[in-house]
């Protein structure tokens, strides 16, 4: 009776109280699904009837002028508000308007914001091992033995985040892109299968943000990212799919040349 159940679950492990999540469907192809979504602050709509869709594996760049509603998107697809209307689905199955932030983040989606929120006062091992720990979906507490296994997973983590010579500093002691590298590897040790990244390049330096491109190219297939970002060299970069928000909806979609060539993209955000 339970196969139908059983050939959906992931494999992670379920916590004794907490529902069972099905696993993430993505036998269509793609990864997350938004769908004429609205939302209203005080009659003001920061998101209007946007509907877009992520592909599994996408390095997906979203751009926009101020105000264009980009982390209010983000907001909308990690819980935090919740749409007026419209549908919001990880995987075919998965309905992220009905689920809380903690839900959410469970289901296997991953966020970064701006500001790094990493502990530090501990080492950047420390600080991994931490975020590993704070898996719900592992069988470990805080105060269990380290083993093999996770120890791995950091020394891999470390190393995709370039922080392998790093790992015994503290973490308060690491260069703002560091940091950022840092919080990101936290993010991984959940094993997110979707990322949003909400300007992950603000304030890095160029040789910094060059090796942040570098990075996400590195992750994009075996996750999903979505990025959010200004500048225009670290897009050109990712290489990606681009997406351009204006007033709430998406206003062009396409490789970055066409969308730069576009006059309705160049009019509202390139030209000013
Ligand atoms: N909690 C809120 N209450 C009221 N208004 C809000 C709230 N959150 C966002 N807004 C408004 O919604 C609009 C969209 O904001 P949002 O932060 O999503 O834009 P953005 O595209 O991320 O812009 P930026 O590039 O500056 O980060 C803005 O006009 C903003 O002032
Ligand atoms: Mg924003």
Request: hydrophobic share 40%.
């Amino acid at each position: 009776m339970n196969t139908k159940i059983e050939s959906h679950w992931d494999g992670s492990a379920p916590a004794t109280g907490h529902m069972l999540q099905p696993g993430l469907d993505i036998s269509h192809k793609v990864v997350l699904y938004l769908d004429d979504i609205s939302v209203s602050f005080d009659g003001f709509k920061a998101l209007n009837n946007l509907s877009l869709t992520i592909d599994a594996g996408e390095l997906r760049c979203i751009i926009g002028p101020n105000g264009a509603g980009k982390t209010t998107m983000m907001d909308v697809i990690t819980g935090k508000t919740r749409p007026d209307s419209g549908t919001c689905f990880f995987g075919q199955t998965i309905d992220l308007t009905r689920m809380t932030e903690p839900e959410i983040a469970h289901a296997g989606i991953g966020r970064k914001f701006q500001k790094p929120t990493i502990f530090e006062n501990h080492t950047v091992f420390e600080n991994l091992e931490l975020a590993m720990k704070m898996d719900k979906r592992a069988f470990t507490s805080l105060f269990a033995w380290l083993g093999k296994e996770g120890r791995d997973k950091i020394s891999d983590t470390l190393r995709l985040i370039r922080l392998d010579h790093e790992a015994d500093r503290l973490a308060g002691l690491l260069s703002h892109g560091q940091k950022q590298w840092l919080e990101i590897g936290m993010l991984l040790m959940q094993e997110p299968r979707l990322l949003l990244l909400d300007e992950p390049v603000a304030g890095m330096t160029d040789d910094e943000t060059e090796r942040t491109g570098e990075l996400f190219k590195s992750l994009a297939g075996k996750h999903s990212l979505v990025v959010v970002e200004h500048d225009m060299a670290f897009i050109e970069q990712l290489g990606g799919k681009v997406t351009v928000l204006h007033e709430g909806s998406v206003l062009a979609e396409g490789n970055l040349a066409d969308v730069q060539a576009d006059p309705r993209v160049i009019e509202v955000y390139l030209g000013r």
